[in-house]
């Protein structure tokens, strides 16, 4: 089946660009995904890409798409303490979404 | 994007009993899911909530131990039954708004069980 990976931690210091990669196995996928779980809280969309684009910017955030190595990544520019949390990296095929294993990002003062 | 109103928010069950949780949303969406988030986990799809049909549930996934009803295209419930401590996860609600193609996927704010 479907497998998506990520790591587990990412720490960087409040100011520098934080960057979370993912890779995943499914060459059918139409859409990957980055969702946001703050402590005690659902999944929130942060943002997604078309699996026949290579990037995408949405202030300070950067999506780049390898899909030849099936590998996302998820650039945040000028990391707050505000963007600590747990990053999801998904994968869509038009029915169901797969989920990484989430990343825990830890923003240092 | 649709806005999803889950309760409860958090429960504490004894073992044995069993746990509904309802999934509201603001419009009608084709798809609607349930996952399941146990601790320090991602989340896995328990099931598909099929409008006027039984659910579609997913390997390792049984309608015994997760019935699921949706009566129509904004409302579903999830009954997690003969809880065990094992069943102490989070539960989260999913939809995909019609016309929204692949990116339209919400998520509720989740239901934190614990069950002692």
């Known amino acids: 089946g479907e497998d998506v990976e990520q790591s587990l931690f990412l720490s960087v210091r409040e100011g520098d660009s934080s960057v979370i990669n993912c890779t995943y196995t499914d060459s059918s996928s139409t859409y990957l995904y980055w969702y946001k779980q703050e402590p005690g809280a659902g999944l929130q969309l942060l943002t997604y890409?078309?699996?026949?684009?290579d990037m995408k910017q949405d202030q300070r955030l950067t999506v780049l798409l390898n899909k030849k190595d099936k590998h996302l990544s998820l650039r945040i520019a000028d990391t707050q303490t505000g963007d600590s949390a747990i990053y999801f990296c998904a994968e869509g095929n038009g029915r169901q979404l797969t989920f990484g294993s989430g990343t825990q990002l830890t923003v240092l003062p | 994007s649709a806005v999803i109103s889950q309760k409860p928010s958090r429960d504490i069950c004894q073992r044995g009993t069993s746990l509904t949780i309802q999934c509201q949303v603001d419009?009608?969406?084709?798809?609607m899911f349930w996952y399941r988030q146990q601790p320090g986990q991602s989340l896995t799809l328990i099931a598909t909530?099929?409008?006027?049909?039984?659910?579609?549930?997913e390997s390792g996934f049984v309608i015994d131990k997760f019935p699921i009803s949706r009566p129509n295209l904004t409302f579903s419930t999830l009954t997690v039954s003969n809880l065990s401590p094992e069943d102490s996860s989070i539960y989260l609600c999913s939809v995909q708004k019609a016309g929204t193609g692949g990116y339209g996927y919400t998520f509720g704010s989740g239901t934190r069980l614990t069950v002692v």
């Open positions: 890409i078309f699996s026949n684009m």
């Open positions: 419009s009608q969406v084709t798809m």
């Open positions: 909530a099929n409008q006027g049909s039984e659910a579609t549930y």
